[in-house]
């Protein structure tokens, strides 16, 4: 099995919920792992309605509103640092942005992604009804009060809307709706993609998007990664051809977990990993 060299997920201690490491102790740490290439994929939300709750980032120790962009201007030239200090030891070091998809939100969304030279965004459901469904606290209060019907069609409408807003190269952890959900709705939570996903997945293909094979499930006790194998499966039949892989690391210990057997998965389905440089996807190896 080839062993997995790149990590398109990774959460510096600009991202709220990440531990307080910098940029360059994930440089040092994939190192040690024998990484090649690196995106931080600092994450951002911008749905208005929760403002007071996560439209901030940590900028020098403090909460610093998405809005306010002065932070950009630092992520950058901390990225190009490392750049610099990592050349010679062969390590890629490469500026991502994860941002929550809010609807309505897509000029702001566009402002931040087009004004800033990305190597890589990342898109990503992590709010269904403004409520967190991504967050343990949180996601109680939305799968308490629905059944799972309306919970699929939450959920891949607002997918649908993300991809025709054309704004990300790449859509993070489909399935996200299994981290809080399998608890409520058990193994049926599994079949919900089942014929409302492969439409947008033909879009996806139609816009030259990918997916990513998120491991971090495996740090809650879920087997399958996010997405699942069958959807992964999938997402190639409907011609979708770029994958990359990512731990979604909060902390250092959590860097390139998984991210073998998220490579193995791909090397079973004929696919190739993939790298970003300047938006522009490249198969890896």
């Given at each position: ?27 040092y740490k994939a190192l040690e792992l024998g990484l090649r290439e690196i995106c931080f994929t600092t994450h951002i939300e911008v749905d208005p309605v929760r403002k007071e709750l996560d439209n901030y980032v940590i900028f020098k120790g403090k909460e610093v509103s998405v809005f306010d ?80 019907e309306q919970i699929a069609n939450d959920y891949f409408t607002v997918l649908e809307d993300a991809v025709k807003s054309g704004l990300f190269d790449c859509m993070a952890h489909l399935d996200i709706y299994v981290r809080y959900g399998l608890q409520f709705f058990g193994d049926e939570i ?96």
């Amino acid at each position: 099995m080839e062993l997995a060299k790149t990590d398109y997920h990774v959460h510096p201690d600009y991202s709220p919920d990440a531990s307080p490491y910098k940029i360059k102790d994930y440089c040092y740490k994939a190192l040690e792992l024998g990484l090649r290439e690196i995106c931080f994929t600092t994450h951002i939300e911008v749905d208005p309605v929760r403002k007071e709750l996560d439209n901030y980032v940590i900028f020098k120790g403090k909460e610093v509103s998405v809005f306010d962009q002065a932070w950009l201007d630092h992520y950058f030239l901390e990225i190009a640092d490392v750049q610099r200090e990592f050349k010679s030891s062969g390590l890629q070091v490469k500026a991502g942005i994860e941002v929550g998809y809010s609807q309505g939100m897509e000029k702001f969304i566009e402002k931040i992604t087009d004004g800033y030279p990305f190597d890589f965004v990342l898109g990503a459901i992590h709010c269904l009804e403004h409520i967190a469904i991504s967050s343990k606290n949180e996601s109680p209060y939305y799968y308490k009060n629905r059944s799972i019907e309306q919970i699929a069609n939450d959920y891949f409408t607002v997918l649908e809307d993300a991809v025709k807003s054309g704004l990300f190269d790449c859509m993070a952890h489909l399935d996200i709706y299994v981290r809080y959900g399998l608890q409520f709705f058990g193994d049926e939570i599994y079949t919900i993609h089942q014929g409302r996903i492969e439409p947008i997945f033909q879009e996806m293909a139609r816009r030259g998007m990918g997916i990513e094979i998120n491991t971090s499930s495996r740090r809650r006790g879920i087997e399958e990664f996010h997405p699942s194998k069958e959807i992964v499966a999938l997402a190639a039949e409907t011609g979708i051809k770029v994958f990359t892989i990512g731990s979604d690391a909060h902390n250092l210990s959590e860097l390139g977990g998984y991210l073998d057997e998220a490579m193995q998965i791909l090397q079973e389905l004929n696919l190739k990993n993939h790298v970003f440089n300047r938006r522009r996807a490249v198969p890896y190896g």
